[in-house]
C-alpha cells in the first residue's frame, strides 16, 4: 500500500507546482487584456507589428509560476531579463530611430516648410499632460508619483508620463528610462497602445473640431525636391537640433543618420538592412520585452490605471493641438489648408498621416491629403524628440 500512498503524494506534489496554484486574478486580467490586443492586431489590422509582440509578451509576462523561480524580465539571469536590458538602457530606441530614418521621406516637409509648425503645435498633449500629472501626483500620494526626499521626482514622473502624448513609443521608452525607470512599463504599453488605436482615437476628435467646408478643403501637390537637399537635410538638421537641444543626440543622430543613408544613393544596403531586418528584430525584442514587464505583481497598481488614462488625456490633446493650430492658420493664410492634417502632427508614423487621409475621403473620395500631412508627421517626429531633449536637460 506505500506505493499507493507514494503515487498518490506525487500526484499532488505536481498538481501543487502547477501554475494553476499561483493563478491569481491580477494575472487572468492581464492574460485577457494580452489576448485584446492580439485579436485588434489580426482582426482590425491595428498596428500589428507592434501589437502581436506586446499582446503576447503580456501573455509571456503573466503565467503563473512560483516568486522567485526566474522566468521574467524582472529576475536577473534570465533571457528575458537581458533582452529587457536594451530596453532599460535605451539601447533600443535609437535603433528603432535609425530604421525609421532609413524608411523616412523628408521631401514632404521639405517642399511645405509651412506646415511644420503643426508637428510642433501636436506636441501641446505633452506638456498639458505634464501639469495634469504633477497636479494628480501632488493631490494624491496614493499614486506614488511625488517622494517627499526627492523634490524633482514628481516632475520626473508628469514628463514621463506628458511624453505619452507625442504618441511616439521609442522616444517615451528613452525619456522614462533616464528620467522615471520604475514607470517604464505602464508608459511604454500606454504609448505603444495609443500608436497602435491611432485609427480609433483621431478621427472623432478631428471631425468634432472641424465642419465638412474644412474637411473638403483641397490643398496643392507640394513641388519637387532637389536630391542635393534629401542630402543635405539631415545634416543641416542635426547640426541645428542638437546645437539648440544636445539631448536629442541619441535619437535625431540616428534618425538622421538613417536617412542620410536612403538619401545618399550610395549605401542603399546599409538602409535596406537599417529599415527592414534591423528595425524588425528591435521590434520583436522591444514589444516582446515591454509586453512581459507587465507582470500583475508590478503593474497592476492605481498609478498604472491613472498612466494609461492620463496618456489617452496627452495623446487627445495632442491631436486637438495640431487641428485646431491649423484652424488657426487659416485665419491669417490666403492658401488655406485642411485643418484635418494637423492631427497628424502627432509621431505616429505613417498612420497619422493616412487616418488624416481615410477622414478627408469620407467627405471627397477626390481628395487625396497623404502626401500633405506626411509633412507635419515626421515634423511630429523631430518635435517629439526635441521636446524629449528639453524634458531631459531640464529634469534630468
Given amino acids: 500500500m506505500e506505493w499507493i500512498n507514494e503515487f498518490f503524494r506525487s500526484i499532488i506534489e505536481f498538481a501543487e507546482s502547477s501554475g494553476f496554484v499561483h493563478l491569481a486574478w491580477g494575472n487572468v486580467l492581464m492574460i485577457v ?5 492580439i485579436f485588434l492586431a489580426v482582426t482590425r ?18 503565467m503563473p509560476f512560483e516568486p522567485g523561480m526566474g522566468q521574467g524580465v524582472y529576475d536577473e539571469g534570465t533571457v528575458l531579463y537581458y533582452i529587457y536590458f536594451g530596453v532599460k538602457a535605451g539601447i533600443f530606441p535609437p535603433l528603432i530611430f535609425l530604421g525609421i530614418g532609413a524608411m523616412t521621406d523628408f521631401s514632404t516637409l521639405l517642399s511645405q516648410p509651412r506646415l511644420i509648425l ?9 506638456f498639458a499632460a505634464l501639469l495634469l500629472a504633477v497636479f494628480l501626483g501632488s493631490q494624491f500620494p496614493i499614486l506614488g508619483l511625488a517622494d517627499p526626499d526627492d523634490p524633482m521626482a514628481l516632475l520626473r514622473a508628469a514628463a514621463s508620463i506628458g511624453i505619452i502624448g507625442g504618441a511616439d513609443g521609442p522616444t517615451a521608452i528613452f525619456v522614462t528610462t533616464r528620467l522615471s525607470p520604475d514607470l517604464l512599463g505602464a508608459v511604454a504599453v500606454s504609448a505603444y497602445s495609443y500608436m497602435a488605436l491611432v485609427p480609433v482615437i483621431q478621427p472623432p476628435i478631428m471631425r468634432l473640431l472641424t465642419t465638412r467646408e474644412e474637411r473638403l478643403i483641397r490643398m496643392a501637390a507640394p513641388p ?6 534629401r542630402v543635405l537635410f539631415p545634416i543641416i538638421g542635426l547640426l541645428v537640433c542638437v546645437m539648440i537641444v544636445p539631448d536629442t543626440l541619441p535619437l535625431l543622430g540616428m534618425l538622421f543618420f538613417g536617412n542620410l543613408l536612403k538619401e545618399s544613393g550610395v549605401t542603399e544596403r546599409l538602409a535596406a538592412t537599417a529599415r527592414m531586418p534591423m528595425i524588425d528584430i528591435v521590434t520583436i525584442l522591444l514589444g516582446l520585452t515591454v509586453g512581459a514587464s507587465t507582470q500583475a505583481s508590478t503593474f497592476l497598481s492605481p498609478r498604472s490605471v491613472v498612466i494609461f488614462a492620463m496618456g ?3 495623446f487627445a490633446i495632442s491631436t486637438a493641438g495640431g487641428v485646431l493650430f491649423a484652424k488657426l492658420y487659416n485665419v491669417f493664410a490666403r492658401e488655406k489648408i485642411n485643418p484635418l492634417i494637423g492631427a497628424a502632427g502627432v509621431s ?15 467627405e471627397d473620395p477626390q481628395n487625396f491629403l497623404i502626401w500633405q500631412a506626411m509633412c507635419p508627421n515626421v515634423a511630429g517626429v523631430i ?6 531633449g528639453v524634458l531631459l536637460v531640464v529634469l534630468r
Avoid at 33 to 37: E, V
Avoid at 49 to 60: K, R
Avoid at 118 to 126: D, K, V
Avoid at 224 to 229: A, G, P, T, W, Y
Fill in 33 to 37: 487584456i494580452g489576448c485584446i490586443f
Fill in 45 to 62: 489590422n491595428f498596428e500589428p507589428l507592434l501589437l502581436v509582440p506586446i499582446g503576447f509578451g503580456i501573455i509571456l509576462g503573466n
Fill in 118 to 126: 503643426l508637428g510642433a503645435a501636436a506636441q501641446l498633449g505633452i
Fill in 224 to 229: 519637387e525636391v532637389s536630391r542635393l537637399q
Fill in 312 to 314: 489617452a488625456v496627452a
Fill in 348 to 362: 505616429a508614423v505613417p498612420m497619422a498621416a493616412r487616418v488624416a487621409h481615410m477622414v478627408a475621403q469620407e
Fill in 383 to 388: 518635435g517629439s524628440a526635441v521636446a524629449a
